[in-house]
Each structure stands twice: as structure tokens, then as C-alpha cells.
């Protein structure tokens, strides 16, 4: 989203280039960024700063034990297919173009999630090009800081990840869910019943242009998914109007979504995690604000997501159940004004794949209770920060 043209862009093809590229930063004292997919909804590298671009190391393996090793600058679109190959795949998330590298390290929310956990919960090691020009190789058993640290922290803190591999899952075929009503009543059923269904069924909700859309998947067999969505119109009071498409292979069901669930491109986006339903005062002054490109998305968590203690990886949002996204036209004071009204019951903890220059105390709502561990393992692995930018560690 950034327009980076007038930055210096040094494409590398190896990890020798990426050491030659910090070499370079090193020796002009320019700070380096590097660039996966280059889907970062901040700007990150200064005027004259360096872009270190991997879309060069793209390179996609899986071994025969289910391992999969992808190169740092392959994009989501590519990973799908190629693990879809070979019967497998990762939770990951859902734009095509999205850079494996800076979905994993932020976290890696998508339609999976709730079974599997975070695309970062995956993650079994990574190769990591250090400030001092180090390589190193991270995992469970070598550089087990780092390796923690990776899980979640967000791009670009501690080095230049030059490869990540990956524990695959079989891909599932699932069931692909829509349905959209024009009752704003749903929103409060939502957030009661979505982050608590079963791990198999995930599904969103979007409130824009006076329509509320349901949408997701589900691995659970046809019947128990119907069940249970029968379930939640009758709760919501509403017709069960739910469009169920079967055994879409998971990794060809995003795009189908593309007109429900836009990229978000052109619009400006801020977010909070939410351990708890909205009062009904809060829900109805968000839906009362709505109109034109407003829109509000939920993201629900839960599921496998909470499974993982807050301190057993970088990635510190361990209990919310879901996401609350406030997106609008660049400059539409709605954006804020929303964030503000929701914020009160927010659990104050952002995403940090969803990077926001607004908030006060970025670091704690990014990292929560694992700052002081991340901000140690900075100091020893970058004590010059050659990598830094707003709200690094
Ligand atoms: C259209 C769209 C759809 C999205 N969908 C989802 C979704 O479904 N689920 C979800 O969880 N998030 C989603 N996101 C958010 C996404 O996870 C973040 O924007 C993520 O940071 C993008 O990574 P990237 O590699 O594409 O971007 P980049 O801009 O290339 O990188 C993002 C950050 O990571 C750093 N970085 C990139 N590569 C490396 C590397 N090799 N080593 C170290 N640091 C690196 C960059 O310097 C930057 O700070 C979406 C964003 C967009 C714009």
C-alpha cells in the first residue's frame, strides 16, 4: 500500500544478497527494510532508507514428513497452491498477494485458525539474517529466543528472515458458508456464539451499507454445520437464509469471498481485540454511525487460537474471542470516532499484523505481557537497532 518508489530497492535473490544489503546499510548508515508481500498498512522505511526486497526468494519444498520450507518473499497465493500439491496446507491467511513473512511473524490469522491456530503456531524454524551479518538457524532447539520471539512479535525487529518452514496439516475440503440479512440485531448474537462454536466452523461478520454478512467455512460434516448455523439464526431471530457450498478445497475457497470480504486496499483501517460481547449501547452507536465505505468487521478467535499459553510465544493475545476491525475512506473522522466508542470496552490489545500509528502505548497493546522479553532478546540480537522504525521494540 506504501508507494516506495523513491526509496533505494535492493532485490535479493540468496541469502548472500541479503548479507550484501545490510553490508551496504551498514557501511552508509542507512536504515534497511525488508519487503515480503508488501502488504504493511504503515510505512516503515525513512526517505532515504533501503528496501530489501525478497519477492526473489520464493522458493516452495515440502518433504516427505509433511515439512514445508518457503522462502521469505513467496506470497500466500503461490504457498496454497503448492502445498495443495501435495495434499497439505498451513492456517494461514486470506489475501493472495499477503507475504508469508510478514503474516507469520505478526501472527497469521485466517479462515483455520480456530482448528489449527496461528499460522506462527506452526512455525517449526526459520533461517534469519542478523544485523552483525550472522545467519542463523532458529527453532525449538537452536536460538530458542529468537525462535520465540519470531512467533508474533510483527516484521522487521529483530533481522532479515531469509526462509521459514512450516509443520503442514492435510488440507481439508470444507464447507464454504454466506448469508446476509439486513438486521443489525445479529451483530450481539455474533459475538455471544461465533469465538464459542466448535473449532471446525469459523465464521466472520461484516456490517456495511445497511447489510450484515455471515461468512466462513466449516470442516465439520454438512449436517452438524447446518445444525449448528439453524442454531444461531434462531437465536439471532432471523430467516436462516445461508448459502452452504460443499467440499471446496480450503485453499480454493478464499477467493470466493473476495466481494464479501474486500482487501483492504484503499481504505483505513484500525482494530482491538475484545474478550467480551459490546453492551448494547456501544453495538448500536457503531451500527448507527455506519454508511457509505464504513464498514465494521468481526473476526472470531477462540478455538485452537487460546490454546497456547500468552508467554509460549511472542504472540501475547491468547484469551480475546474475536477482532473488531473499524475501516473507511482515508480522513473520514468515523475511523477514530469508532475506535473510540468501541475502545471503552476493548481489551486494549491491537494485532500487530494490523499496525496502527494512532495508539497511545503501542508496545502494550501490541505485546502485552511479553514486552520486557521481546525488548531483551532486541537488545541482544540488535543492540545498534539497525532495524528500527515508529513503534518498533
Ligand atoms: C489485502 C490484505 C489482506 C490481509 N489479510 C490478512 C489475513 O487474512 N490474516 C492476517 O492475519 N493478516 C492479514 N493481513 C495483514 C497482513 O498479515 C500484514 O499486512 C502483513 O504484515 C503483511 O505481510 P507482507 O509480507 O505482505 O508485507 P510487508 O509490507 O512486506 O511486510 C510487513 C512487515 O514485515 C516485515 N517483513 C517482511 N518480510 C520480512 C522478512 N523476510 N524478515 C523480517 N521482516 C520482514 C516488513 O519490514 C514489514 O515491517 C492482510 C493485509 C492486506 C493488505
Not at 540468496?14 to 557501511?27: I, K, T
Not at 448507527?288 to 497456547?308: D, E, K, P
Request: hydrophobic share 40%; glycine share 12%.
Amino acid at each position: 500500500m506504501i508507494d516506495q518508489t523513491s526509496r533505494d530497492v535492493l532485490r535479493c535473490h540468496s541469502v548472500a544478497d541479503v548479507v550484501q544489503a545490510l553490508d551496504y546499510a551498514a557501511a552508509t548508515g542507512r536504515r534497511v527494510v525488508p519487503r515480503g508481500g508488501g502488504h504493511c498498512f504503515v510505512d516503515r522505511c525513512p526517505a532515504d532508507g533501503i528496501v530489501a526486497d525478497l519477492s526473489g526468494m520464493d522458493r516452495i519444498m515440502v518433504d516427505e514428513s509433511g515439512i514445508a520450507t518457503i522462502g521469505a518473499g513467496a506470497r500466500l497465493g503461490p504457498v496454497y497452491a503448492a502445498l495443495h500439491e501435495r495434499g497439505r496446507t498451513i492456517p494461514a491467511g486470506c489475501g493472495d498477494t499477503v507475504g508469508i513473512a510478514g503474516l507469520t511473524l505478526g501472527g497469521g490469522i485466517g479462515l483455520l485458525g480456530r482448528q489449527y491456530g496461528l499460522t506462527c503456531d506452526r512455525l517449526v524454524g526459520a533461517q534469519v539474517v542478523l544485523a552483525d551479518r550472522s545467519v542463523v538457524e532458529c527453532s525449538e532447539h537452536r536460538e530458542t529466543d529468537l525462535f520465540w520471539a519470531l512467533r508474533g512479535v510483527g516484521g522487521g525487529q529483530f533481522g532479515i528472515v531469509t526462509e521459514l518452514r512450516f509443520a503442514t496439516v492435510p488440507e481439508p475440503s470444507v464447507c464454504r458458508i454466506e448469508g446476509t440479512w439486513t438486521d443489525g440485531n445479529l451483530v450481539q448474537t455474533w459475538q455471544d456464539w461465533a469465538p464459542d462454536a466448535p473449532d471446525g466452523l469459523t465464521v466472520n461478520l461484516a456490517v456495511q451499507a445497511g447489510r450484515v454478512t455471515l461468512f466462513g467455512i466449516s470442516t465439520l460434516p454438512p449436517t452438524e454445520t447446518e445444525g449448528l448455523l439453524r442454531e444461531f439464526t434462531a437465536r439471532a431471530g432471523v430467516l436462516y437464509a445461508i448459502d452452504i457450498r460443499l467440499d471446496v478445497p480450503y485453499s480454493m475457497v478464499k477467493p470466493t469471498f473476495s466481494v464479501v470480504d474486500p482487501a483492504p486496499e484503499t481504505r483505513r483501517v484500525r482494530s482491538e481485540f475484545f474478550a467480551r460481547t459490546l453492551s448494547e449501547r456501544t453495538a448500536g452507536e457503531l451500527l448507527r454511525g455506519l454508511g457509505g465505505n464504513r464498514r465494521l468487521a468481526f473476526t472470531a478467535m477462540g478455538g485452537a487460537y487460546n490454546r497456547v499459553a500468552e508467554e509460549d510465544t511472542a504472540f501475547a493475545h491468547r484469551g480475546e474471542r474475536y477482532l473488531l476491525e473499524q475501516a473507511g475512506d482515508p480522513g473520514d473522522p468515523w475511523v477514530d470516532e469508532a475506535w473510540t466508542v468501541a475502545h471503552a470496552e476493548g481489551s486494549g490489545r491491537v494485532y500487530p499484523n494490523f499496525p496502527d500509528l494512532a495508539l497511545d502505548d503501542p508496545s502494550r497493546a501490541y505485546h502485552a505481557g511479553n514486552r520486557a522479553r521481546l525488548a531483551a532478546v532486541k537488545k541482544s540480537v540488535d543492540p545498534q537497532r539497525l532495524f528500527d522504525f515508529p513503534q518498533a521494540l
